[in-house]
Nanobody, 125 residues
Framework: QVQLVESGGGSVQPGGSLRLSCKAS????????VGWFRQAPGKEREFVAV????????DYADSVKGRFAVSRDNAMNTVFLRMNNLKPEDAATYYC??????????????????WGQGTQVTVSW
């Protein structure tokens, strides 16, 4: 069992930055790949970024490439999502999710076994 807790959300102006954290507890976190997803009101949950269990593989949605960066510190059982040059369309609840390593990078919600409760990101003037 893995428990995930996101933090770092908040309200920023367009062009601003935030760093989200996903803190894990429970089983050995270094054996889990982690994905970030987001969901805006009235929309489906969508893929944002993914990082492999050891941090050697990452990928991003086209809409955030060049602006967002995912990283992890397995000694701290934490995955980070650095978000720069935020746009109003980035506003959503952001979720981290984990799944056991060994099946490549995951891009869809059903591929993940464990989810955090989400953290809200608001981007407006």
């Amino acid at each position: 069992q893995v428990q995930l807790v996101e933090s770092g959300g908040g309200s920023v102006q367009p062009g601003g930055s935030l760093r989200l954290s996903c803190k894990a507890s429970g089983r050995t976190f270094s054996t889990f790949g982690v994905g970030w997803f987001r969901q805006a009101p009235g929309k489906e949950r969508e893929f944002v970024a993914v990082i492999s269990s050891r941090g050697t593989g990452t990928d991003y949605a086209d809409s955030v490439k060049g602006r967002f960066a995912v990283s992890r510190d397995n000694a701290m059982n934490t995955v980070f999502l650095r978000m720069n040059n935020l746009k109003p369309e980035d506003a959503a609840t952001y979720y981290c999710a984990a799944r056991p390593a060994g099946s490549g990078l995951g891009y869809t919600p059903p591929e993940y076994d464990y989810w955090g409760q989400g953290t809200q990101v608001t981007v407006s003037w």
